[in-house]
T-cell receptor
Framework: GQQLNQSPQSMFIQEGEDVSMNCTSS?????WLWYKQDPGEGPVLLIA?????ELTSNGRLTAQFGITRKDSFLNISASIPSDVGIYFC????????????FGKGTLLTVNP | SQTIHQWPATLVQPVGSPLSLECTVE??????LYWYRQAAGRGLQLLFY??????ISSEVPQNLSASRPQDRQFILSSKKLLLSDSGFYLC???????????FGPGTRLTVT
C-alpha cells in the first residue's frame, strides 16, 4: 500500500524559531492534509492542499503541495509554546477512495 | 456547524470483557465515518470506515467490529477484549464526497 515518510520524527526548538517538516511518498497523491494533535486530544485539521504547486497559509503556518505530487511541506514561523504537539501529514490518492494515508508524525517541542 | 462526539472519554476494562465505543456526528447528513486506533508509537491505524448505514469496510483483521445503525452514529465493539486492544481510539467524519477528515476527541482504552 501507499506509505508516507514524515521527517523529522521530532524537533526541539527555541521559542521564536521557524520550523520546517515534510512528507514524501513513492506514490502520487491528489490531496495533502496537515493535522496537529495536542496531547490527549484528536488531531485538528490545519491546512488542506488540492493542487500541485499550491502554497497555502493559515496564520503562521504555510504548507505546500509538491510539484511532483509526491511530497508536501509544512512551515511554522516564529514558533510559540502552544505550537507544541504532534504534526501529521496525510495524503489521498484521489477517486472514490476516501481513505487517507498518514505519516507517523513529527513531535514538536518548543522551549520558552 | 458540525460537531463530533465520542464517549466514553476514558475506559478501563479487564481482559475478556466486551467493549462498546460510540461516535456521533451533528450538523451534517450522510457523512463518511472512520474508526482509527493510535498506539503509543503515534501512528494512526485505520480500523473501519463506512460510507452509509449498514455499510462497513474493515481494514485490519482483528478482535474488533464496527456498526452504523443510524446515519450519524458509528459504534466500535468487541466481544472479548485483549491486552493488545489498549490504545487511543479516534472517530472521524468527512463529507460524502470530501477528503478532509475531522476527528473527535478520542477514547483512551486501557485493557488490564
Amino acid at each position: 500500500g501507499q506509505q508516507l515518510n514524515q521527517s523529522p520524527q521530532s524537533m526541539f526548538i527555541q521559542e521564536g524559531e521557524d520550523v520546517s517538516m515534510n512528507c514524501t511518498s513513492s506514490s502520487i497523491f491528489n490531496t495533502w492534509l496537515w493535522y496537529k494533535q495536542d496531547p490527549g486530544e484528536g488531531p485538528v485539521l490545519l491546512i488542506a492542499l488540492y493542487k500541485a504547486g499550491e502554497l497555502t497559509s493559515n496564520g503562521r503556518l504555510t504548507a505546500q503541495f509538491g510539484i511532483t505530487r509526491k511530497d508536501s511541506f509544512l512551515n511554522i514561523s516564529a514558533s510559540i509554546p502552544s505550537d507544541v504537539g504532534i504534526y501529521f501529514c496525510a495524503g489521498q490518492g484521489g477517486g472514490s477512495n476516501y481513505k487517507l494515508t498518514f505519516g507517523k508524525g513529527t513531535l514538536l517541542t518548543v522551549n520558552p | 456547524s458540525q460537531t463530533i462526539h465520542q464517549w466514553p472519554a476514558t475506559l478501563v476494562q479487564p481482559v475478556g470483557s466486551p467493549l462498546s465505543l460510540e461516535c456521533t456526528v451533528e450538523g451534517t447528513s450522510n457523512p463518511n465515518l472512520y474508526w482509527y486506533r493510535q498506539a503509543a508509537g503515534r501512528g494512526l491505524q485505520l480500523l473501519f470506515y463506512s460510507v452509509g448505514i449498514g455499510q462497513i469496510s474493515s481494514e485490519v483483521p482483528q478482535n474488533l467490529s464496527a456498526s452504523r445503525p443510524q446515519d450519524r452514529q458509528f459504534i466500535l465493539s468487541s466481544k472479548k477484549l485483549l491486552l493488545s486492544d489498549s490504545g487511543f481510539y479516534l472517530c472521524a467524519w468527512s463529507k460524502t464526497s470530501g477528503y478532509e477528515q475531522y476527528f473527535g476527541p478520542g477514547t483512551r482504552l486501557t485493557v488490564t
